[in-house]
């Protein structure tokens, strides 16, 4: 007798089980729901679940609003999945999204956001296979190059994860002053930061830009690598199962001739990290940027070089507080 829920094989009654997949019948009918052929009892067969990976906005994953979507490849050029391919009203209802979370994210406690980042780590680190994988398929690593790169991503974020509640100590200052006043300087997150992840890193550059974006408080909107987004959309999985709150860090994918400009002239991203564009590319972007006043940063790294402070102070302002002595 078959179980109950079973995913293929006959019925006693020699009717078609519900929600079988495939396999069929012995009055030779189709069963319902499956996808069509005959295998013999016990075949381990199955079709290959080809994704089509969706956006991440607000928490969500949505379509793209056009509907479009396009093939990713390996760096052997099979065939790995689609992805969706944002539009430039996908890019500011990112922006949107981002923004509404930036009140939570940025008043929540230093301490806070450093474990939350840090229960993400820990979620990196279940899915450690996964994330290998996908670094040797995208990358054309070999699996012990891709496995070092996975621990490093891991190892990457767990570091920015205890900088929340240094960063003031390090950035922060009681200067003196003449009169009888206390004068301290405090870094605050910047706002919304529109993210132009490695091209090439996807994994590791993508840690690395991302990471120290949110350790400091700001919200994040992320193009990731048009060839290589599946760590990028991966990594988006994660966020959305860990405690890191919706529209704090929004994936696109697609093309960043497309949506660089769109993020580069928002009047609501208040800062743009150009590192996943070309420097040739930059200047254009500069200038739209500048049309608000946008903080801009760009840096070539070698993301397999130990991190230093230089990304986690790149969105801080610093504000100036003086406070009358003895009230």
Known sequence: MSERGGLGGSSPRGGAERGGLEGSSPRGGAERGGLGGSSPRGSTERLDVRKTYKLFIGGAFPRSESGRSYPVSGADGTLLA??????????????????????????ATAYNRGQVLYRVAEMLDGRLAQFAALAEDAEGLDPAAAEQVAAAAVGRWVWYAGWPDKVAQVAGAANPVAGPYFNFSVPEPTGVVAILAPAQSSLLGLVSVVAPVIATGNTAVVVASERRPLPAVTLAEVLATSDVPAGVVNVLTGPAAELAPVLAGHMDVNAIDLTGVEPAGRADLERLAAENVKRVFAAD??????????????????KTVWHPVGI
């Open 82 to 107: 689609h992805a969706a391919r944002a539009s430039r009203k996908d890019a500011r209802d990112a922006v949107t999204a981002a923004r509404a979370a930036f009140g939570r994210w940025s008043g």
């Open 301 to 318: 790294d070698d993301w397999a070089a130990a991190p230093g402070t230089r990304r986690l102070l790149a969105f801080v302002e610093t």
